[in-house]
């Protein structure tokens, strides 16, 4: 695996890359096995594979987590090295470039739900650096992990909005054995929050069957689904949640809740 620093060294790699196919797949680091399934996922189509670790200023608000966020280099070029990964890229760009890149909008029909309530300005980092990485790494794949699932259909419109020439490749949701889903900010939880978190899966899965039964029989659908959606908001309030949501969009029951401050987001088709 080589590793790329900087622009320069990007440019040579593009041109022993770019006569065959490449896929990439865009990281913040802290990498885990949902990572290593997006990286599995890269080479199941392409030649070549290109990972990148970098975390994005733009993408943080003001209050949230961007200084504390994990970063473990040295793990995760461990984790990268037993892969069959062709290029890291690893840049360090500062704020203040970022800020003179070209800025993209995420379309607000899907930006301003859900997350983007809660997180102003968030898609519109993620796009943004996105867009650039696309525009550097000319990628004929990127695979995107279904757990960031709005960031997902974002991604998806930013490319058909753009007109990129680069096919996005969704990748399911990995989850540790007691359901919870993987996310490098799970070691933000401690033991007993990391209890009460594997109450999403298993709410998200009732909530999934009762919702499949609904969608079955026919009438008053979405009155009958938001009377769930409804009853397990209360469910998770009074098992100490603070839910930032819990809604039916694209098929799908998706939540973000917090456990003793710590976000989390997961969702589940249904
Ligand atoms: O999903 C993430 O880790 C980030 O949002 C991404 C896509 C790498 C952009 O910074």
């Known amino acids: 695996m080589k590793i790329l620093y900087n622009l320069e060294e990007l440019e040579i790699a593009k041109n022993e890359y770019k006569q065959g196919g490449i896929a990439f797949v865009p990281t913040m680091g802290a990498l885990h096995a949902g990572h290593l399934s997006l990286i599995n996922k890269a080479n199941s189509v392409a030649d070549k594979v290109i990972v990148s670790i ?39 760009f500062t704020k ?47 695979v995107f992990g279904e757990k960031d699932y709005q960031q997902l259909k974002i991604i998806e419109a930013m490319v058909n909005n753009l007109s990129l020439n680069v096919k996005i490749l969704a990748a399911p949701i990995l989850r540790e054995a007691s359901g919870l889903a993987m996310s ?40 009958k689904i938001q009377r769930i959606i409804d009853s397990y908001k209360e469910k998770f309030i009074n098992s100490g949640f603070e839910l930032d949501y819990l809604e039916y969009h694209w098929s799908r029951i998706l939540i973000a809740a917090r456990i003793d401050g710590v976000r989390l987001i997961d969702n589940m088709p249904a």
Request: positive net charge.
């Open 54 to 92: 970098f975390v994005n200023p733009l993408q943080f608000g003001p209050n949230e987590d961007f200084t504390k966020y994990p970063r473990n280099i040295d793990k995760d070029l461990a984790l990268l090295r037993n892969k069959k990964v062709d290029y890291l890229f690893y840049p360090s």
């Open 96 to 142: 203040d470039e970022l800020l003179k890149i070209k800025q993209v909008s995420a379309e607000p029909k899907l930006a301003d739900i859900l997350c983007g309530k809660f997180r102003k300005g968030h898609f519109d980092g993620v796009a943004t650096i996105v867009n650039y990485f696309f525009e550097l790494i000319e990628p004929n794949y990127a």
């Open 184 to 223: 490098s900010r799970n070691v933000y939880l401690n033991q007993s929050s990391r209890l009460k978190a594997d109450e999403i899966y298993k709410n998200l899965n009732s909530m999934s069957e009762e919702i499949s039964k609904i969608l079955a029989g026919g009438i008053e659908r979405n009155k």
